[in-house]
């Protein structure tokens, strides 16, 4: 079915608007549609079929209703009796006088006219009538199961019946046309037949030219006839009627079928064959009811039943009756004989096709019988190429005298559903068998098993002898052409179960009409609905063919059999003949257009719609045809669819009928066969409409009020978008929401980018600013009617186009929402709404601009500047405002008072703020939703926009959710921040604007969103470094929530804040390993002496207190012991230098240890480092001096000292003495460990070296041990050492002298007293030069400490660019002085005094060794001695 645009056909004068309106639109249409699916053309025949449709189904002249054709009015005039053909099927189409109805006028559309129940290209069904209330109570209480139900009737005199085996219901469904309109019921004959079960058989009369009323022919089973000649206006009523009985030859046989021969003749058949004719008149035309059985012989009439022949055989009817094959199937009225008054009849059994000449004024002839199965099986096999069965259903006779037979055809080989087969056989003469000249088996193949008899037999009907024709199933019509007609059509029409059909009008009149009709038509009965009509456009399928100008010869797909050549029909273009020859998508595109604009809608349509697919997986040709159906609608070119003066019914019905596409496709659970970027866009259709909608809506309540200039924005911009494009119109808003809806989008895009030249122009003026801040007002409301409209349409309907979420991740679509200039429109309309409520309120409300400014940072006047940070509102606000003033305090006036009270935003100035306010919220949430769908499509294609998307996303969601709060809209922005997730923003809120409340906010997002939102309230108190609020947590799950997140943040950065103070939740949690571990990098991590001692205390004593192995505590504890006496000689060597600086002072001034370094301090700091060093150090290494000096200076602060600076500030200086008196003031214990401190820094300095290696590289190791014995090795004169042992020196003065030096000293405790391993910390002379380690020592550790600013206050400058050169120059003094010492014999020396002092520690060990021994042995004495004494006093005591 081709899609196309129709014009209204029920005004002229709109008529020629549409013309005008739709003038240009063919040259822009390519640029506003190029990116939709198709363009659908208009058929030729659209307008005059719509047009019928349409017409009033009225006569012109009322009172004197036009009269249908009646017999007397036939050319066959010797032939018409006072009753006309009963059941004939009369030229019912699409006429204004044919369809009863009276249904609605020229105003009613296709979509609310409802007795159009399917509407194809050529064909067409019609609801004529309803049931009345007395057959619809009838057949409600009959179950068909069990009762046989007969039903029929008759086009021409508009008259319908139910039967069942007693009773008999008739009314007329053209209550136009009725006068009575009433029901009537009629006793069936033999009503002791009953118990048989068997519907009569039931033929409706004409009565002359009286169209309100019928006769009625009834014949039971058991061949009881009765009559009534009237119905409505008998004199006697329904119980005046005539008899008659058939006197059937056989008892066991029943009358199965009535036919009409032709007016006032009819023929009875039975199930074994028997033919009864049947008269309702005389010679005279008087009524009179007469009936006999036909006969071969003459003698037939006499009543001789035993010379009576029966169809099936012979003459001897017994024979006949007893064979348990053959039956009656059905029986058809032929063509005019050459004979007078007299029809041909041709009656079909189950194997056999008879013909008899029937006749009122002379007797009946038998013509021929022939084998009708067998030739067809024939036929069947070559035409198919296989053996078939072939059984026969119904029978029919042509315009031109051709039979048409309906067969079905099963395959013997591969079984199968039986396929149904139009059949054509044609004589050349009356008399001779016919020959069958072709077969055509039809698409359609029926799912219910068909019979030969009941209501599972087919029937094939001929409306006026074709070329239109119908094969009739219980629950499917199938609407063809006569093979012959020179095209072929099929369309199958089904019904619901529920509304199986119950019976057909089936007569034919004879002789036909002269003229073939353009319409065939076949009115039947459905048991739910009623009485409906079904229409082919026969005139339609025959121009097709012709105006296609298709060769009409056969080819080898045509289905031809040519058993005779000479007599074969040529065949033309099949129009639908097969599925290959008919595109996939067009079809699909039909059944689409049927159920959406057909069934949806109308529940009480008979009709099934169902839509079938066999593809695999995604069907290319089903997303095809829903998308031409559903494009057609959105841009109105859908023939289906009748323009309508009501623009809001037209735009609704138009939403309605694009739901309904996917809704069908759904129903018949083919959503699967769709991709989901062909349901996002059907799903875009539709939202397209259900905005244009909204906007519709706006649009008239704006007219409706009567606004200003401002309110015409819309107007305005659609007629601007439109002359861009190239489209002028009177009408533009009409025309843009008939026609061009695919571009809302656009529009909306095109009414920003313009509104801001729009405003700049109208600022110029007061008036104008005011009319300015009112274009805003209104240009919010477009955008959010619009987008909130098509966002609820897609939320309402995820499910049906399952599109909610990003499941499918593959195969993303863009959604037409999800542009990016749909993003940056509301962007922009969030930014100029927050402006305007800043300036209204900066005119006439200031309470509410100061709220705004105080909550605002200064980059709010241009967040469109990149460079600048958004702003965020962070604890600025601390209560909510529950409304606005009532009225401006700008102005006292009391009219401008009285003026700003007014509810009018175009009137009152803070009735504009308000609902600027107002819309705030609902732009924001359009816009964060656009964010999110935005980044999901992004994320899903790959793109690498989405991160820089999602940065813009989290600066603006947080910025305009809080600038909610001064506009006092605190609970607006607390619902956003919870659909978007928003966790931050959440815990913002929260401390903002109910900090009453805080505890229960708190909690109750905790319990919704879990871990997340604690996580984010952490980072809040970590943030704002409220220690205490974050650890005191209450709830268990905070408390493992807390303890995760502090490890990780401990991961993540080990020395931050949270790693020092994790330990307190930790101990909170009993979890004392991991504080004692947290507390110890605390502890080294201490910028400070003393709290560096007091953490590793602590972690000593948590350490302590865990439960762990052995192994693991001994190991820890070492190093905990080792960083506490870090911190102890740290504070050690404090204390010497303060007693050295008061020592030497003249004035007793207490000296202070102060962490901030003030004029006395830098003085003291001076003093103490001049005091432990000697003026040539200080001349020869000066910039390794001033570094002492800083070291000083962190020791007197209570710094703490990594382990090289220890080091050094242990190692450089050469002058610290050993005083008492300067150490008086302090205890005798810390008197003793500072003296010890001085006597051995320099093993100390080894011994702290080798405890904290663990944490050293190997570089930093190396270079430290190198620096320690360097020093080591310069402490002494091994020049004035080797004077004096130059001479010949006795072994012991040499022992002496070198037992004097330091080096013998450090050997001496380094070996003995700290037992450090050899060699591993004993270093040659020629091992530790400085040269090697230059780069370490002065480019990586002590360069980057002078090229920073120094401290405030410290007073120490740093050094100039000379900082490396001159720290090398000092490395490289002592490297000059070692290597001296070297020449003076040091190797020498230190071999000897290592040799010495190990003999003397190994000396010592070997005598400690024997005491032991010694002590062991005495001991063993001692208790030999007690045994033995103790034995013998158990001797003696025996």
């Known amino acids: 079915m081709q899609n196309a645009a129709t014009l209204p056909a029920n005004s002229a004068e709109f008529g020629q608007q549409q013309d005008q309106d739709d003038t240009g639109y063919s040259a822009a249409q390519s640029s506003l549609h190029k990116k939709q699916a198709v363009e659908p053309k208009r058929p030729v025949w659209l307008a005059p079929f719509v047009q019928r449709v349409h017409e009033p189904r009225v006569t012109e002249d009322i009172s004197e209703p036009e009269k249908p054709s009646t017999l007397q009015q036939k050319k066959d005039s010797e032939d018409v009796p006072i009753f006309g053909a009963s059941a004939a099927s009369g030229r019912m189409g699409l006429a204004a006088e044919n369809m009863k109805p009276v249904r609605g006028t020229e105003a009613d559309t296709l979509q609310t006219t409802d007795h159009i129940l399917l509407r194809g ?189 029966s169809l099936l055989g012979g003459s001897q009817i017994v024979a006949a009756a ?150 009739v199933l219980r629950t499917a019509v199938i609407g063809l052409m006569v093979p012959t007609a020179g095209a072929l059509f099929e369309e199958v029409i089904s019904f619901r179960a529920e509304d199986s059909i119950l019976g057909i009008s089936t007569a034919l009149r004879f002789p036909y009409v002269q003229h073939e009709s353009s319409e065939s038509n076949l009115v039947l009965m459905c048991a739910g609905t009623g009485v409906l009509q079904v229409c082919i456009e026969v005139g339609k399928i025959i121009s097709a063919v012709t105006s296609a100008g298709v060769d009409t010869g056969a080819d080898a797909d045509d289905g031809e059999i040519r058993t005779n050549s000479a007599a074969w029909p040529s065949l033309g273009t099949r129009i639908g003949k097969a599925p290959r020859a008919s595109s996939p998508e067009r079809e699909y595109q039909t059944q689409i257009e049927q159920a959406v604009f057909f069934r949806f809608g109308n529940d009480h349509n008979p009709l099934l719609f169902t839509i079938k697919s066999q593809a695999t997986g995604v069907d290319p040709a089903l997303e095809t045809a829903a998308l031409r159906v559903s494009q057609s609608i959105l841009d109105n070119t859908s023939h289906f669819i009748v323009d309508r003066l009501d623009l809001g019914s037209h735009l609704n019905e138009r939403l309605r009928r694009t739901r309904a596409v996917m809704q069908f496709i759904a129903d018949s659970g083919l959503a699967s066969k769709i991709s989901r970027e062909t349901r996002v866009q059907l799903c875009a259709h539709s939202e397209k409409l259900a905005a244009a909608v909204a906007l519709w809506t706006y649009q008239n309540d704006v007219w409706a009020a009567k606004r200003g200039a401002a309110a015409q924005l819309l107007d305005n911009l659609v007629a601007s978008f439109l002359e861009s494009a190239g489209l002028q119109t009177r009408d533009s808003l009409r025309m843009f929401f008939r026609q061009h809806v695919a571009a809302i989008g656009d529009v909306l895009v095109f009414m920003q980018r313009n509104l801001a030249a729009l405003r700049r122009a109208l600022d110029d003026s007061e008036s104008g600013r005011r009319d300015s801040q009112l274009v805003s007002y209104e240009a919010n409301r477009v955008v959010v009617g619009a987008l909130q409209a098509a966002f609820v349409y897609r939320f309402q309907n995820a499910t049906l186009y399952d599109i909610d979420g990003s499941s499918e991740s593959n195969g993303a679509f863009e959604r037409w929402t999800e542009h990016p200039a749909i993003v940056d429109l509301l962007v922009q309309r969030l930014e100029g709404s927050y402006r305007l409520c800043r300036e209204i309120s900066g005119q006439h409300c200031a309470s509410v601009y100061e709220r705004i400014v105080a909550t605002t940072l200064p980059s709010d006047e241009d967040p469109s500047d990149a460079s600048r940070s958004l702003a965020i509102f962070d604890d600025a606000v601390s209560i909510s405002h529950p409304s606005l003033p009532d009225a401006a305090e700008s102005d006292s006036s009391e009219e401008a008072r009285m003026r700003l009270i ?51 996303y989290d600066a603006v969601r947080p910025r305009y959710l809080l600038c909610l709060v001064p506009l006092a809209r605190a609970s607006v922005a607390f619902r956003l921040a919870e659909e978007y997730h928003d966790l931050a923003s959440l815990v913002t809120l929260v401390f903002t604007t109910e900090r009453s409340n805080a505890a229960i906010y708190l909690r109750k997002y905790v319990e919704r969103f879990g871990r997340d939102f604690a996580d984010t309230l952490f980072a809040y108190y970590e943030k704002r470094q409220a220690w205490a609020s974050l650890l005191n947590a209450q709830d268990s799950s905070f408390d493992v929530w807390l303890k995760e997140y502090v490890e990780k943040r401990t991961e993540r950065d080990p020395h931050g804040l949270v790693a020092q103070i994790g330990w307190i939740h930790d101990v909170k949690m009993n979890d004392f ?115 002492y000096n800083e070291l000083v200076r962190c020791i007197w602060n209570g710094r703490m000292l990594s382990v090289e600076d220890l080091v050094d500030a242990l190692t450089f200086p050469d002058n610290m003495p050993a005083t008492d008196s300067a150490l008086a003031s302090c205890s005798s214990d810390d008197a003793e460990q500072c003296n010890a401190l001085i006597r051995e820094r320099y093993s100390l300095a080894i011994d702290i070296l080798s405890r904290a290696s663990i944490s050293l590289s190997e570089q930093t190791r190396e270079a430290t041990l190198k620096t320690i014995w360097r020093r080591v090795f310069l402490k002494d004169d091994w020049s004035g050492i080797r004077k004096r042992l130059g001479g010949n020196v006795p072994d012991s003065e040499l022992r002496a002298e070198l037992a004097r030096t330091h080096l013998h000293t450090v050997l001496e405790s380094c070996l ?127």
């Not at 008879?354 to 024939?378: C, G, N």
């Not at 490289?1372 to 005094?1393: P, V």
């Open 1312 to 1438: 003995a007293t700290r037992e450090l391993s050899h060699p591993d910390w004993y270093l040659l002379p020629a091992d530790v030069f400085a040269a090697a380690d230059l780069d370490y020592l002065v480019s990586a550790r002590l360069a980057p400490r002078f090229a920073s600013e120094p401290d405030a206050g410290s007073g120490w400058q740093p050094l100039t660019f000379t900082t490396v050169p001159a720290l090398n120059k000092d490395y490289g003094e002592e490297d000059s002085r070692l290597r001296a010492a070297i020449k003076c014999g040091l190797d020498s020396y230190y071999a000897e005094i290592l040799r010495t002092v190990t003999d003397q520690v190994n000396q010592c060990r070997l005598s400690a060794d024997a005491d032991a021994s010694d002590m062991d042995a005495a001991s063993s004495a001692s208790t030999e001695a007690l045994d033995v004494e103790d034995e013998d006093v158990r001797m003696e005591s025996d």
């Open 1073 to 1187: 390993s991991a504080a004692a571990t947290k507390l110890a990098r605390a502890g080294r991590d201490s910028a400070e002496v003393d709290q560096a001692r007091t953490m590793l205390s602590l972690s000593k004593l948590a350490f302590v207190a865990a439960e762990c192995q052995d192994g693991a505590r001994n190991e820890v504890h070492a190093r905990l012991e080792d960083a506490l006496e870090m911190c102890e000689v740290q504070e050690n060597l404090s204390q010497y230098l303060m007693a050295i600086v008061r020592s030497n002072r003249s004035h007793a001034a207490e000296i202070s240890w102060r962490r901030r370094d003030d004029v006395s301090d830098k003085k003291a700091v001076l003093d103490a480092a001049m005091l432990t060093t000697t003026p040539e150090i200080r001349h020869e290494r000066p910039a390794l001096y001033i570094v």
């Open 902 to 952: 007014s509810d009018d935003p175009y009137v009152s100035s803070l009735a504009l703020l308000r609902e600027t306010i107002d819309q705030v919220g609902p732009l924001a949430n359009l816009c964060f939703r656009v964010f999110v769908d935005r980044i999901t499509y992004l994320q899903a294609t790959g793109s690498s926009e989405a991160h820089v998307l999602v940065y813009r």
């Open 322 to 471: 007893a064979d348990s094959s053959d039956a009656l199937v059905s029986m058809a009225g032929g063509g005019r004989t050459e004979i007078r008054h007299s029809r041909e009849l041709y009656v079909l059994t189950r194997q056999r096709l008879a013909k008899w000449v029937v006749s009122r004024a002379h007797p009946e002839r038998f013509m021929y019988s022939m084998d009708i199965v067998t030739a067809l099986t024939q036929v069947a096999a070559q035409r198919l190429g296989m053996d078939v069965d072939v059984g026969v259903y119904d029978i029919v006779t042509t315009r031109s005298g051709d039979v048409c037979v309906l067969a079905g055809l099963q395959s013997l080989q591969s079984g199968g559903r039986e396929q149904l087969a139009v059949c054509i056989l044609r004589s050349s003469r009356v008399s001779t068998e016919p020959d069958v000249v072709g077969l055509w088996p039809l698409r359609y193949a029926p799912d219910a098993e068909l019979s030969q008899s009941g209501p599972s037999c087919p029937r094939l009907v001929l409306p006026e002898g074709g070329p239109g024709m119908f094969v």
């Open 121 to 309: 290209d050529k064909h067409a069904v019609f609801d004529v009538a309803a049931f009345p209330d007395a057959v619809r109570r009838q057949l409600g209480s009959i179950d068909p199961e069990s009762v046989p139900i007969a039903a029929g009737l008759s086009s021409e005199s508009s008259f319908a019946f139910v039967a069942t085996p007693t009773t008999c219901l008739v009314w007329s469904y053209d209550n136009a046309s009725s006068v009575m309109g009433g029901v009537y019921r009629l006793a069936m004959p033999d009503p002791d037949d009953a118990t048989d079960f068997a519907a009569p058989l039931v033929a409706l009369v004409s009565v002359g030219e009286i169209q309100s009323d019928v006769g009625v022919l009834a014949c039971s089973a058991t061949g009881q006839l009765r009559f009534w000649d009237r119905v409505a206006f008998g004199l006697g009523g329904t119980d005046r009627f005539h008899s008659r009985d058939l006197e059937l030859p056989d008892a066991s046989d029943r009358c199965v079928q009535i036919s009409e021969s032709f007016a006032g003749l009819f023929v009875v058949a039975t199930a074994k064959g028997y033919l009864f004719q049947v008269s309702l008149q005389d010679a005279q035309g008087n009524i009179e009811l007469t009936a006999h059985c036909l006969s071969r012989s003459a003698g037939a009439r006499t009543g001789m039943l035993s010379r009576m022949s």
